[in-house]
């Protein structure tokens, strides 16, 4: 099956700082890539996906890149505030709203 | 528009008792799925339905079952709780969830069950 390994586990920065999650996966059929914010108490929250037919994908401060040849994707995320401290998860699926979970990267953004 | 919408939020069982949760999903989506998210193991694949079927399945043993009923709306038991049932237990939805569709999937805020 399969299997996505996240890194860091923890990430701290100063607020305006840039923070980069990065993820790989080990199936070759996996075809979508969210990604997941996750604040306490609360459910995830979907942030950005990308599909495999795309390299990048970028939404106001949050970007994704995908490398299907080396099976890994990271997430952007640039001029960091306070509110983006949570637990980011990404995740692949090949279908069928499968998703496969990293363990997850808690984000802190020092004021 | 309404998101996943679970029911209850909290629940205390005892060890040995059974639990029944509900989702509904969001109006038009027709494929859900549960999830169950521990400290120790993160966030694991429970089981997937569709127009009332399961399609898939995770590696959990046959005390954790489910059901979706013909609006959608979805329910997932787990009968003779342990201790490591404990968790939190997501519900998640998408339009149709077919194999290289690609659907986006949305959460529900869990339901947290605790077993004593």
């Known amino acids: 099956g399969e299997n996505v390994e996240q890194h860091p586990s923890t990430l701290s920065v100063q607020e305006g700082d840039s923070a980069v999650i990065k993820c790989t996966y080990s199936?070759?059929?996996?075809?979508?890539f969210p990604w997941y914010k996750q604040e306490l108490g609360k459910g995830p929250q979907l942030i950005i996906d990308?599909?495999?037919?795309?390299g990048e994908k970028k939404d106001q401060r949050i970007a994704v890149t995908l490398n299907k040849t080396a099976k890994h994707f990271s997430l952007h995320i640039t001029e960091t505030q306070p509110e983006d401290s949570a637990v980011y998860f990404c995740?692949?699926?090949?279908?069928?709203?499968?998703?496969?979970f990293g363990k997850g990267t808690m984000l802190l953004v020092s004021p | 528009k309404a998101g996943v919408t679970q029911t209850p939020r909290y629940l205390i069982k005892t060890r040995g008792q059974q639990v029944t949760l509900s989702c509904s999903p969001i109006?038009?989506?027709?494929?859900v799925s549960w999830y169950q998210q521990t400290p120790g193991q993160g966030l694991q694949f429970l089981f997937e339905?569709?127009?009332?079927?399961?399609?898939n399945k995770g590696n959990f043993p046959g005390r954790f079952s489910g059901r979706q009923f013909s609006n959608s709306r979805s329910e997932m038991n787990v009968s003779t709780l342990e201790l490591g049932d404990s968790a939190l237990y997501l519900c998640?939805?998408?339009?149709?969830?077919?194999?290289?569709?690609?659907?986006?999937?949305?959460f529900g805020e869990g339901s947290w069950l605790t077993v004593v």
């Open positions: 998640a939805s998408s339009l149709r969830g077919g194999q290289n569709s690609g659907n986006t999937i949305y």
């Open positions: 199936d070759s059929a996996s075809n979508y």
């Open positions: 990308i599909r495999s037919n795309v």
């Open positions: 995740a692949a699926s090949e279908g069928y709203s499968t998703l496969t």
């Open positions: 109006s038009g989506h027709r494929s």
């Open positions: 339905y569709f127009s009332e079927t399961q399609r």
